[in-house]
């Protein structure tokens, strides 16, 4: 039969616009999230990471949220640039010392 | 510093050959992870080391894979015999272990075929 493969979320915006990614994550527990930004043929790069005991970190360009209440991390993307086009990732601290979870991701695609 | 450093960058091999993908994690780092990326599962931690020592191989998908760290700057993922099914991605990926923060700095990957 026919695979079926994982269809990745995908968010579509103009330059220039502001860019929000939503990610659910599963353990209450968790007290450490990273977002990561995977280009095409490329490795993951991280991009801002957030501790639980804040709701907010800004950073260049780019600001996460927390809501601890709702398991719910976002990732905000001001004046959204072609070089931002990727697959966007968030992960929570693992089950493992010093491993990470990962999300399944979202495409983020610019159109000049 | 040049960051995680994997060789080969393309595998193109045929089933029931022997495959080893190599890695160079950041000098410094004494974390090295292996993972798998396919468009069916996603990003999959394979097994970890810590201190160039096994620490969780669960993710190891048979006992056809195995992975080594004989120093603190070189690791290798061998699968023998390779199958069809084992066509992904592969990436490693290093962190200097702190405890809370566990920012993970990754290779470029290797893009294996097996045919």
């Known amino acids: 039969g026919e695979s079926v493969g994982l269809h990745l979320p995908t968010l579509s915006v103009q330059e220039g616009d502001n860019s929000i990614i939503n990610c659910a994550y599963s353990?209450?527990?968790?007290?450490?999230f990273i977002w990561y930004k995977q280009e095409s043929g490329k490795g993951p790069q991280f991009i801002i990471d957030i501790r639980s005991n804040m709701d907010k970190r800004q950073g260049q360009r780019v600001t996460v949220l927390l809501n601890k209440t709702v398991k719910h991390l976002s990732l905000q993307i001001a004046a959204t640039q072609p070089g931002d086009s990727a697959v966007y990732f968030c992960?929570?601290?693992?089950?493992?010392?010093?491993?990470?979870?990962f999300g399944k991701g979202t495409m983020l695609l610019v159109s000049p | 510093d040049a960051g995680v450093i994997q060789s080969p960058r393309h595998e193109v091999t045929e089933m029931g050959q022997e495959v080893t993908l190599r890695c160079k994690p950041i000098?410094?780092?004494?974390?090295l992870f292996w993972y798998r990326q396919t468009m069916m599962r996603g990003l999959e931690l394979l097994i970890y080391f810590n201190n160039n020592v096994p620490i969780d191989d669960s993710g190891m998908p048979e006992d056809r894979f195995s992975a080594k760290m004989p120093n603190a700057s070189f690791s290798t993922l061998k699968i023998q015999p390779s199958e069809p099914r084992d066509s992904a991605v592969y990436f490693c990926a290093s962190n200097r272990d702190r405890g809370a923060k566990n920012i993970q700095y990754f290779g470029a990957g290797t893009r294996l075929s097996v045919l």
């Open positions: 353990n209450s527990a968790s007290d450490y």
């Open positions: 992960a929570e601290n693992g089950s493992g010392y010093s491993t990470l979870t």
């Open positions: 000098s410094g780092h004494n974390s």
